[in-house]
């Protein structure tokens, strides 16, 4: 079997057992080449193992995962074909960037300019000369992933890339990854936070306790907000019991006093609540965010959803209680 150079890497029916505990449960996803893939749990959710069985550092219990159509550890030169930063990257106490990074160019067998090049690229050419234990752990991360981008990898597998970035230094990553995404290469992100990865991102997998949540495009996930109205009146019970005969709802009460509807606009409501006679002082869209949808995900309120499906609640509907 030969790589298709393609970059696309391709998690089939993996698992991963440690002792009693089952770390990782039948995931299956496909990582495309020209996307950022953010790949999120909570932390213990099993991310980083995942992680390491598709760079071929912990064996699978069962299933394979594929980078360019071959097993990590028959890809002929590895770090030309993946950059990877994981936690707890080291970094040798006397040794300047630079050095630091010459060395693992020679490891790989690529010039040492290569060095400069990717300082350059991650923005630390002039902290060149410095060494890592003086950096913070932002600069840190950035050297981390100069280290990844030696071999001009195809593939760039990155576990946790915000942590210790300031909000320049996430703008930065983000724009970054975007862009080697647009030259056709294989961004795969993983994060604990949404939020953290949400413009950035194209396609996500959410895990929670090794099992997959949600697999498929990041605008399908926006496409499950839950939306509804807020309505501010004047009689409240009366304008509940007028849309109950219209035959809107479900209705409820929030703590402001105010009567949240979904599945109806606010032209539908005001029709109704004119047509009644009552007094309504205001109404407001209210969406819930997709970082709300991604703790419902990994709170377990979802079961698992098929490759390129979308969640499916336990129930089969979103229900009328937020």
Same mark, same amino acid.
């Given at each position: 079997m030969r790589s298709d150079g393609s970059g696309r890497i391709v998690v089939q029916g993996l698992s991963k057992v440690f002792g009693r505990v089952a770390a990782v449960q039948d995931l299956s996803f496909v990582v495309e080449p020209g996307s950022v893939?953010?790949?999120?749990?909570?932390?213990?959710?099993?991310?980083?193992?995942?992680?390491?069985?598709?760079?071929?550092?912990?064996?699978?219990?069962?299933?394979?995962?594929?980078?360019? @159509?071959?097993?990590?550890?028959?890809l002929g030169s590895p770090a030309r074909v993946v950059g990877a930063v994981l936690e707890n990257e080291g970094f040798h106490p006397k040794r300047t960037a630079r050095n630091h990074l010459r060395v693992y160019a020679a490891a790989i067998g690529v010039p040492d300019q290569r060095a400069d090049h990717v300082l350059g690229l991650v923005g630390l050419s002039e902290a060149a000369n410095r060494k890592p234990g003086e950096f913070s752990l932002g600069m840190r991360q950035r050297l981390a992933l100069a280290t990844?981008?030696?071999?001009?990898?195809?593939?760039?597998?990155?576990?946790? *890339?915000?942590?210790?970035?300031?909000?320049? @230094?996430?703008? !930065?990553? &983000?724009?970054?990854?975007?862009?080697?995404?647009?030259?056709?290469?294989?961004?795969?992100?993983?994060?604990?936070?949404?939020?953290?990865?949400?413009?950035?991102?194209?396609?996500?997998?959410?895990?929670?306790? /090794?099992?997959?949540?949600?697999?498929?495009?990041?605008?399908?996930l926006r496409a499950n907000q839950r939306s509804r109205v807020l309505v501010e009146a004047g009689d409240p019970p009366a304008v509940v019991k007028a849309l109950q005969v219209a /035959?809107? @709802? *479900?209705?409820?009460?929030?703590?402001?006093?105010?009567? $949240?509807?979904?599945?109806?606009? &606010?032209r539908q409501? /005001?029709?109704?609540?004119?047509? $009644? /006679?009552?007094?309504?002082?205001?109404?407001?869209?209210? &969406?819930?965010d997709l970082e709300e949808l991604f703790f419902q995900l990994t709170n377990?309120?979802? +079961? +698992? $959803?098929?490759?390129?499906?979308?969640?499916?609640?336990?129930?089969?509907? !979103?229900?009328?209680?937020r």
């Open positions: 893939t953010g790949f999120l749990g909570p932390n213990g959710a099993g991310k980083t193992t995942t992680l390491r069985m598709i760079l071929g550092l912990v064996t699978p219990t069962s299933g394979v995962s594929t980078i360019s @159509g071959l097993p990590y550890d028959r990844a981008l030696l071999g001009d990898p195809r593939v760039l597998v990155l576990d946790e *890339p915000a942590n210790g970035l300031d909000p320049e @230094g996430i703008l !930065w990553l &983000r724009n970054f990854l975007r862009a080697y995404a647009r030259e056709g290469r294989t961004v795969l992100v993983s994060s604990h936070l949404l939020s953290e990865v949400e413009q950035t991102i194209d396609q996500v997998v959410i895990i929670s306790q /090794g099992v997959t949540r949600y697999f498929g495009a990041l605008e399908q /035959g809107f @709802g *479900p209705l409820e009460m929030i703590p402001d006093g105010r009567i $949240a509807v979904a599945g109806a606009t &606010r409501i /005001g029709d109704v609540v004119a047509k $009644a /006679g009552l007094a309504v002082y205001g109404m407001d869209d209210d &969406r819930a377990g309120q979802f +079961a +698992a $959803a098929p490759p390129g499906g979308f969640p499916v609640a336990q129930d089969q509907a !979103w229900g009328g209680q």
